[in-house]
């Protein structure tokens, strides 16, 4: 019996090993086996994910083969028919907090983790396609909605809410497809629609907006035209002002130097007026002593040196013979004319 199991099984290890056929990944893939038959192996799932851009050989009678691109992955829900992944309309729609109906473009980047690549074989989706369309989309279509939903109408504009909210639908989609071996890269938010009652409304808003702008703009600009007259006023009127200060204290000036030169003009002139007083005074002094009296008389005679003196007899208003003391006038004459040299006689 042992003998008879020996030769069969030899035969069947050969026709096994005979029958084995090249199994490749490509450059983003890797490959999962599955053992149909636990020859050699226990029968199942492998627990080993085989390297990207390989070749392996098994034999396809009790083996089975699966690839997953590993490469980062876009699921893109759109409103225009030819873009993303569906054809016809497949934008996110949803209410605001406030109750106005919306419609976004996502994008949801993600990728297959390489090492749960046999998880995701044995528990999840048996290729990229399946996975994509029941596992990521079915959860991207409905977490999203909830948290964009929080944010009112007016914050779809504010580009930092939706970032923010983008931010959170990625940690919550991680969340829920991390544990079935997808790394969720990023949320992408792009175009958003409101219903065209709403939208309509918006744009007319807008425009008001954009008057109210304007005119604010333009009474911002009239304010700063008015301030920069006013600053040029003030130029002016501070140029006059230092002009009329300047022309003060050149006069002052002026006056100050003319009135210095007037002082010293006066006080030059009392310094002058003092000397010939006090000439004066001496001059008084020696003349009240004994050589002034002949002093007086010399000046007389020189004055009356070469004049005629005539004496004419008149009782009243001439020269009073009675009363004029001839002698002491020959005598004064006659004291000058000792005192010429003799040389000059």
Same mark, same amino acid.
């Given at each position: 019996?042992?003998?008879?199991?020996?030769?069969?099984?030899?035969?069947?290890? =050969?026709?096994?090993?005979?029958?084995?056929?090249?199994?490749?990944?490509?450059?983003? +893939?890797?490959?999962?086996?599955?053992?149909?038959?636990?020859?050699? =192996?226990?029968?199942?799932? +492998?627990?080993?994910?085989?390297?990207?851009?390989?070749?392996?050989?098994?034999?396809?009678?009790?083996?089975?083969?699966?690839?997953?691109?590993?490469?980062?992955?876009?699921?893109?829900?759109?409103? +225009?028919?030819?873009?993303?992944?569906?054809?016809?309309?497949?934008?996110?729609?949803?209410?605001?907090?406030?109750?106005?109906?919306?419609?976004?473009?996502?994008?949801?980047?993600?990728?297959?983790?390489?090492?749960?690549?046999?998880?995701?074989?044995?528990?999840?989706?048996?290729?990229?396609?399946?996975?994509?369309?029941?596992?990521?989309?079915?959860?991207?279509?409905?977490?999203?909605?909830?948290?964009?939903? +929080?944010?009112?109408?007016?914050?779809?504009?504010?580009? &930092?809410?939706?970032?923010?909210?983008?931010?959170?639908?990625?940690?919550?989609?991680?969340?829920?497809?991390?544990?079935?071996?997808?790394?969720? &890269?990023?949320?992408?938010?792009?175009?958003?629609?409101?219903?065209?009652?709403?939208?309509?409304?918006?744009?007319?808003?807008?425009?008001?907006?954009?008057?109210?702008?304007?005119?604010?703009?333009?009474?911002?600009?009239?304010?700063?035209?008015?301030?920069?007259?006013?600053?040029?006023?003030?130029?002016?009127?501070?140029?006059?002002?230092?002009?009329?200060?300047?022309?003060?204290?050149?006069?002052?000036?002026?006056?100050?130097?003319?009135?210095?030169?007037?002082?010293?003009?006066?006080?030059?002139?009392? =310094?002058?007026?003092?000397?010939?007083?006090?000439?004066?005074?001496?001059?008084?002094?020696?003349?009240?002593?004994?050589?002034?009296?002949?002093?007086?008389?010399?000046?007389?005679?020189? =004055?009356?040196?070469?004049?005629?003196?005539?004496?004419?007899?008149?009782?009243?208003?001439?020269?009073?013979?009675?009363?004029?003391?001839?002698?002491?006038?020959?005598?004064?004459?006659?004291?000058?004319?000792?005192?010429?040299?003799?040389?000059?006689?």
């Amino acid at each position: 019996m042992k003998r008879f199991c020996t030769a069969l099984t030899l035969p069947l290890v =050969a026709l096994v090993l005979a029958s084995c056929v090249p199994h490749t990944t490509g450059e983003t +893939e890797v490959g999962v086996r599955t053992i149909k038959l636990g020859l050699f =192996a226990r029968k199942g799932v +492998e627990d080993k994910a085989y390297a990207p851009g390989s070749t392996y050989f098994f034999s396809p009678f009790i083996n089975d083969w699966n690839t997953f691109d590993t490469k980062l992955q876009n699921l893109e829900m759109t409103f +225009e028919p030819s873009r993303g992944d569906r054809k016809g309309r497949d934008d996110l729609l949803f209410k605001t907090i406030d109750g106005n109906d919306i419609g976004m473009d996502v994008i949801i980047a993600y990728r297959i983790d390489p090492d749960q690549a046999p998880y995701i074989l044995q528990n999840v989706a048996k290729n990229n396609r399946i996975l994509a369309e029941k596992i990521v989309r079915t959860v991207a279509r409905s977490k999203p909605r909830d948290i964009f939903g +929080e944010l009112k109408t007016e914050e779809f504009y504010v580009a &930092e809410k939706r970032e923010a909210q983008a931010q959170h639908a990625r940690e919550v989609l991680q969340e829920i497809l991390g544990p079935m071996g997808i790394i969720v &890269e990023r949320v992408l938010t792009k175009d958003y629609r409101f219903n065209p009652e709403y939208q309509r409304a918006i744009e007319d808003k807008k425009v008001a907006d954009q008057r109210v702008e304007k005119n604010r703009s333009a009474q911002r600009a009239a304010q700063e035209e008015y301030k920069r007259k006013l600053e040029d006023a003030r130029g002016e009127v501070n140029k006059l002002v230092a002009n009329a200060d300047g022309e003060y204290q050149k006069a002052k000036i002026e006056a100050d130097a003319y009135y210095e030169k007037q002082s010293r003009i006066a006080e030059a002139i009392r =310094a002058e007026g003092i000397a010939e007083a006090k000439g004066i005074r001496e001059m008084n002094k020696a003349l009240m002593g004994t050589g002034g009296e002949a002093l007086v008389k010399l000046r007389i005679a020189e =004055a009356l040196q070469g004049k005629r003196i005539i004496l004419l007899p008149v009782s009243e208003g001439g020269l009073n013979l009675k009363t004029t003391d001839i002698n002491r006038l020959i005598e004064t004459m006659g004291i000058k004319a000792l005192s010429v040299p003799k040389e000059s006689r």
